[in-house]
C-alpha cells in the first residue's frame, strides 16, 4: 500500500527531500519530479516535513486545489496549502465510523501532546495532553484511551524480554520494535538480522488487542463493534496497522492511524475551538499512564524507560526519586552509548537516532565486534517528536528550536508525573493481575508479540 506519494505535478525538482531521506529511497534528475522508490521507502515521512512546493487556494484556484485534495483524501473544508510530497490520508474512514453506530475509540503517541497546539498557534512544544483528550471527546469518541498507557506495558514487556535474553543467553544486542519503519528497513536490508529484534509490538499495536479484548470486556461490547483510530507523530504507523499479522484480537487490532497534523485537521473540520478548551482526564484504566510511558516520544526514551524497570526486575530494588532521571542516554547525537550498573550486572547499551546514522553499526553487528546488550532505534533525526507525521515545520530555522521545545516539554511532563516507572502503573498491575498474568507469559505471546519476515526468524 502506498502510504507516502510525490504528486508529479506539484514537484519542482529541488529535491530538498532527498538529502533528508534515510534511506536514500527517492530518486530523479535535478528540476524534474521526483520519485520514491517504494521497496525502499520506510515511510517515515521525513520527505513530507522537508518538502516546500505547493499549491494552495489563493495561487492556483479552487478548482486544481479541490482536485489535489480529494486526491489525498482530505476533507472538503480544508484550506491549507497542499504540498508535493505528502502521506496518504485516511480522515474520510474516521469522519464515516464517527457517524456509524460503532463503539469509537481513540488514543494519541505521546509525542502528540507536545507538538498538537502548534497547528492551534500555541508556541513550539506546548504541551496539551488535557486539551488534546477534551478535543478527542468533543469529536464524539465513546472512550478516549492512551497510547502513553501501552507504552508502560511494552516496558513490561521488553524489560523481561530482555532480562530474559540477557540471562539465559539469548541473541544480544536486542533491538527495540516500537518504530516500524525501522523494523521495515530490517526486514528489507538486513533479513539476517531480525532476530536482534524484541519480539515485542510497538506500544500501538499493543494497544489494538488489549483495547478489543480486555477493553471490549471491561465496556461489555462486542469486540466487533469497536472501531479504533490512533493519532500518532508518524507515517508510517498506518503501515504497520495494515501488516496482516496484526490481527490478534480476531480482527484488525487498530482499525486506522491518523497523524497529529490530521488530528488537527479534524478538529477544525468539527469546528472545536482547541485553545479554549478545559483540561479533561482520559478515560480510565486504559489511559492511565506514567511518565516512563510518556518519554517514549524522544531519543533515548524507550531506553530509559527500560532501563527504569529493568534494574528493578533485576536488582528487586527501586531507583530513588534522584536516580530515576538516566541523563547517560539522553541527548539528540546519532549514536551514543552508556553503561548502567544494576547489582552486579553492568548492562551496555546504545541509542542511535536517525536512520542515516545506522550503517557503522550494522557493520559492527555483522562483524560481532559490538559489545552491547540492547540497542534502541528510531527512524526519525531526534525520534518521534520529529516524526514525519507531526505539525509541519515550513521554516527550516524553527526546525532545531521545535525538537528541543518538544523535548524539553516531553521531559517536564514525565518529571512531573506522579509516577515515573511503567511497572508503578496502577492499571498496568492490574491488567496482568486480571487478564495477562504474566509479562511475556502466554497470553502476551499471543497479543502481544509478533514475528518478522527474513532469515532472523523470531527467537
Ligand atoms: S518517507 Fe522517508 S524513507 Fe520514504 S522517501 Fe520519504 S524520507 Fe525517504
Ligand atoms: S521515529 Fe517515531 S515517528 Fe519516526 S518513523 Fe519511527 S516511530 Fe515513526
Redesign the pocket.
Known amino acids: 500500500m502506498t502510504i507516502i506519494a510525490i504528486d508529479k505535478d506539484i514537484c519542482t525538482g529541488c529535491q530538498e527531500c532527498s538529502k533528508v531521506c534515510p534511506v536514500y529511497a527517492i530518486e530523479g534528475n535535478p528540476h524534474e519530479p521526483q520519485k520514491i522508490v517504494e521497496e525502499r521507502c ?5 520527505c513530507v516535513q522537508k518538502c516546500k512546493s505547493y499549491v494552495s487556494l489563493i495561487d492556483n484556484g479552487a478548482a486544481l486545489y479541490a482536485q489535489k485534495r480529494a486526491e489525498r483524501h482530505l476533507p472538503e473544508t480544508l484550506t491549507e496549502p497542499l504540498f508535493a510530497a505528502y502521506n496518504v490520508c485516511h480522515l474520510d474512514e474516521v469522519i464515516e465510523a464517527l457517524k456509524s453506530p460503532k463503539f469509537t475509540m481513540i488514543m494519541a ?1 505521546p ?1 502528540v501532546r507536545v507538538a498538537l497546539a502548534e497547528d492551534f498557534g500555541m508556541p513550539l512544544g506546548s504541551l496539551t495532553p488535557g486539551k488534546m483528550a477534551a478535543a478527542m471527546r468533543r469529536l464524539g469518541f465513546k472512550k478516549v484511551y492512551d497510547t502513553n498507557w501501552s507504552a508502560d506495558l511494552t516496558i513490561m514487556e521488553e524489560a523481561t524480554e530482555l532480562v530474559k535474553r540477557v540471562t539465559s543467553g539469548g541473541v544480544l544486542p536486542m533491538f527495540t520494535s ?5 523494523i521495515k528497513y530490517i526486514e528489507t536490508q538486513h533479513p539476517n538480522l531480525t532476530k536482534h529484534l524484541s519480539t515485542c509490538r ?1 506500544p500501538q499495536q499493543m494497544a489494538g488487542p488489549m483495547f478489543k479484548t480486555y477493553g471490549a470486556q471491561i465496556n461489555k461490547v462486542n469486540p466487533k463493534d469497536i472501531y479504533l483510530v490512533s493519532v ?6 498506518q503501515f504497520e496497522c495494515s501488516r496482516p499479522e496484526m490481527n490478534a484480537s480476531g480482527q484488525r487490532d487498530v482499525d486506522v492511524a491518523i497523524t497529529t497534523r490530521e488530528l488537527a485537521y479534524l478538529i477544525k473540520y468539527y469546528g472545536i475551538d482547541f485553545n479554549s478548551l478545559p483540561e479533561e482526564e482520559f478515560d480510565m484504566p486504559l489511559g492511565d499512564y506514567t511518565g516512563a510511558g510518556t518519554i517514549f ?1 524522544v ?1 533515548g526514551g524507550v531506553m530509559e524507560a527500560a532501563i527504569r524497570t529493568g534494574y528493578t526486575f533485576i536488582t528487586g530494588k527501586e531507583l530513588g526519586p534522584k536516580e530515576v532521571d538516566i541523563k547517560a542516554v539522553r541527548g539528540t547525537e546519532g549514536f551514543r552509548t552508556a553503561e548502567i550498573k544494576a547489582g552486579d550486572l553492568t548492562l551496555k547499551v546504545g541509542i542511535l ?1 536517525y ?1 542515516k546514522n545506522i550503517d557503522p553499526l550494522i557493520e559492527k553487528i555483522e562483524a560481532g565486534t559490538l559489545d552491547l546488550h540492547f540497542i534502541e532505534v ?3 533525526p531526534e ?8 505539525p509541519k515545520l515550513v521554516l527550516d530555522a524553527e526546525i532545531p528550536e521545535a525538537y528541543k521545545d518538544r523535548r524539553e516539554a516531553t521531559f517536564n511532563h514525565d518529571k512531573n508525573l506522579p509516577k515515573r516507572k511503567s511497572h508503578e502503573n496502577p492499571a498496568i498491575k492490574k491488567i496482568y493481575e486480571d487478564f495477562l498474568k504474566e509479562p511475556c507469559g502466554e497470553k502476551s505471546h499471543h497479543l502481544l508479540h509478533t514475528t518478522y519476515k527474513g532469515s532472523g526468524g523470531h527467537h
Open positions: 520506510v515511510n517515515c515521512g521525513q503517541a509525542a516500537c518504530c516500524p519503519a525501522w510497538s500518532m507523530p508518524c507515517t508510517a504507523k516520544g531519543t537516532t536512520l528510531m527512524t526519525c525520534g518521534c517528536v520529529s516524526g514525519g507525521g507531526q
